[in-house]
């Protein structure tokens, strides 16, 4: 790669291994983004950003602070709508639909592509109802026997159900904190989505707590479209078959996560794991 008016090119050599069917994650495109673009007033935070995520899996962003890797993941599910003056360019599509048409439902986008932030946000209600929250907006169960099963359903995706379920009417606040991320993790799974969106899941917690948490993404990337912004090199190459480091804005370099941690293409993107850059 090389860089050119503050943009990154790719080399012949990067396409060519981005193409090889031995190297790369054969899976179904779910989410696309082409040229993106994101300007605070007139700071521009993002460059071009053109990527695909594949399902089933987990693609993990890296690189420094402030590089844009968590404006990047909120573009995806809108987030930036919420932030006064942010303006997003470029396209990002989900199962080939544009998510920024202006007829699309912000809301049920948002149920389909769920968030989880980087320190655990439960809501000041019970263990059940913060997971049945989602469900009970969007309308999604029609008798109390239903909303029970997807509380318990969710629970129990999240790993959690076994630690709570003689407490499900105690506060979620009452939990331990990754115990809480795991309530926040599902309470999103409770309407469904088809990605999941992790801006720093375990940066708050401890290294015990972590390691349930890197287990449960590895759980759910079986049946989800996982996406995971995270400072730790190490949990991308424990957790994600897929990376992409981010630098000043730019996407430097894509691609299987092994690939990029043993055989970097760009001299960026080696200086970063080797420490040199950070």
Do not use: W
């Not at 696309?32 to 987990?58: F, M, N």
């Not at 076994?162 to 105690?170: A, I, S, T």
């Not at 969106?197 to 079986?222: G, K, V, W």
């Amino acid at each position: 790669m090389d860089m050119q008016d503050g943009n990154v090119k790719m080399t012949q050599q990067t396409v060519d291994r981005a193409m090889n069917p031995s190297d790369a994650i054969e899976r179904t495109i779910r989410v696309q983004t082409r040229d993106v673009t994101v300007h605070y007033g007139a700071k521009q935070a993002l460059h071009g950003i053109s990527i695909d995520i594949p399902e089933r899996a987990v693609t993990s962003f890296i690189g420094p602070s402030g590089c844009g890797k968590s404006t990047f993941l909120r573009c995806i599910n809108r987030m930036n709508d919420t932030i006064e003056g942010a303006k997003v360019g470029g396209t990002i599509k989900l199962d080939g639909e544009d998510i920024y048409d202006p007829q699309l439902d912000v809301v049920e986008l948002r149920a389909r592509i769920g968030m989880v932030f980087q320190r655990p946000n439960p809501f000041p209600k019970s263990i059940y109802d913060n997971v049945a929250y989602g469900p009970r907006i969007h309308g999604l169960t029609s008798s109390k026997a239903d909303l029970d099963e997807v509380v318990v359903s969710s629970l129990r995706k999240a790993g959690l159900f076994e630690e709570v379920k003689d407490r499900l009417n105690e506060p979620g606040t009452g939990l331990s904190g990754g115990q809480q991320q795991r309530l926040c993790i599902a309470r999103a799974m409770a309407v469904g989505p088809e990605v999941i969106l992790m801006d720093e899941p375990c940066s708050a917690l401890d290294p015990i707590a972590t390691a349930i948490i890197e287990e449960l993404i590895d759980e759910l990337r079986e049946n989800y479209t996982i996406v995971i912004v995270t400072h730790s090199m190490q949990q991308a190459a424990r957790v994600s078959q897929k990376t992409a480091f981010f630098h000043l804005g730019n996407l430097i370099e894509e691609g299987v996560t092994e690939d990029i941690f043993t055989n970097p293409i760009n001299k960026q993107t080696q200086d970063y794991i080797m420490g040199r850059i950070g």
